[in-house]
């Protein structure tokens, strides 16, 4: 997949999949949300919030967000909807990578992501130990 020019590339600084997440949604007509530090906003690789880029930040802005910018609610796998996120975690219990679901329906979910970059994948291809499902509203 290519990348966006007008965003870093932050592969090679912890993984690109929250800020190709946050890319995903700002495009998909969510405004930023300007608040200092629990906001989600990029201008640029130093001007930009913890949770425009990081899984557990992105995850804590979304659920907890009051103001602008998207929000969501923790749902069931099933409920599932185009455009929702889906974030995985480890045996720690530590969440590490975010995912967006572009085929909800029919036979097996498919996503798109970054850092592993993934067009289409099934859902089922990923290893993981948990698992959360975040539907954007």
Partial sequence: MRRNPRYLDFSELGGDCSNFISQCL??????????????????????????????EFLYRFLTHNEGAGPKASIISKNEMELGDVIQLGNASGV???????????????????????????????????????????
């Fill in 95 to 137: 969440f590490y990578h975010s995912l967006l679901l572009v085929t909800p329906r029919g036979t097996e979910m498919r996503v798109a992501a970054h850092s592993d970059d993934a067009w289409m994948r099934p859902f089922s291809e990923y290893q993981y130990t948990y698992s959360r499902f975040l539907h954007i509203r």
């Fill in 26 to 55: 700002y495009a998909g007509g969510h405004e930023m949300n300007y608040t200092p530090v629990m906001g989600w906003y990029y201008h640029s690789a130093s001007d930009r919030t913890a949770s425009w880029t990081g899984v």
